[in-house]
């Protein structure tokens, strides 16, 4: 389903674009959510290094915050970035030139890899690109046959949306709300969505997960204490996954068969 808002947003992006997002969000320092979210990931890093498998060459897309690329490199994972924004790129480089993180200033679309990769991350990817399956059948083009994606994406069934539907504070679960423009989302995702764009693009998904529970956003939650923040996170392997915050799949390149 398309919904109004993404219909009339889902324009390509370009490098400029990418340039004010990374100024207005991942390099501004007075956004007051981003460490929540940086929380959210980072506690959950185990589940993505879980679906690696151990891959040997990783392309991650998308540098953001550079939370997940440095927490990657200092756990030995042999991973490479594509970053579109060369505002983004330039800061990867500064932060781990050092430790040989290779980065490819390059939009996704004008991409070609040198060599197949073992494992692509597209964490928080899909929700921002205007062609998301087209986008999908290219990564299938990056790996190597067999090769794992791993695509974490926002959910449109999490508890906090079904209660603002409840409440009457947004109409649908997929309205984007003031946040999701700020980040430049052009739509949320649920697991059918996901798995259907999936299978177009020929990815069979393996595996399901999310994390973070949320009953309320972000902005209501800025005064809450750390440690309920980091336990919201960690009860999410008791919760089902179509209730929590953010929501992942493993897909394989092909038939896993």
Do not use: C
Request: aromatic content about 6%; glycine content about 10%.
């Amino acid at each position: 389903m398309t919904t109004t808002q993404e219909a009339g947003a889902a324009q390509a992006l370009t490098p400029d674009d990418l340039d004010r997002y990374a100024e207005e969000y991942y390099l501004n320092g007075e956004v007051a959510d981003v460490d929540i979210e940086e929380m959210g990931q980072e506690r959950s890093l185990g589940r993505t290094l879980e679906a690696l498998r151990g891959a040997r060459r990783v392309l991650e897309m998308g540098f953001g915050t550079g939370l997940v690329t440095g927490e990657l490199l200092s756990r030995g994972v042999d991973i490479e970035v594509v970053e579109g924004s060369p505002r983004l790129a330039e800061e990867a480089r500064a932060r781990h030139g050092a430790q040989g993180l290779v980065v490819h200033t390059a939009m996704f679309e004008d991409f070609t890899p040198d060599e197949p990769y073992d494992a692509i991350l597209a964490l928080h990817i899909a929700e921002h690109v205007s062609d998301p399956v087209a986008m999908f059948r290219q990564i299938h083009g990056w790996l190597r046959p067999g090769g794992a994606l791993v695509v974490v994406v926002p959910n449109a069934e999490s508890l906090h949306r079904r209660l603002a539907v409840r409440m009457g504070l947004q109409p649908a679960l997929d309205t984007l709300s003031a946040r999701d423009g700020l980040v430049g989302h052009l739509r949320v995702y649920d697991f059918e969505r996901l798995g259907a764009d999936l299978a177009e693009a020929g990815f069979t998904v393996t595996e399901r997960f999310g994390y973070q529970l949320k009953t309320v956003p972000n902005s209501m939650m800025l005064d809450w204490p750390a440690e309920l923040v980091a336990a919201l996170i960690d009860i999410s392997p008791e919760i089902p996954p179509e209730m929590l915050a953010n929501i992942g799949v493993r897909a394989i390149a092909g038939d896993p068969r």
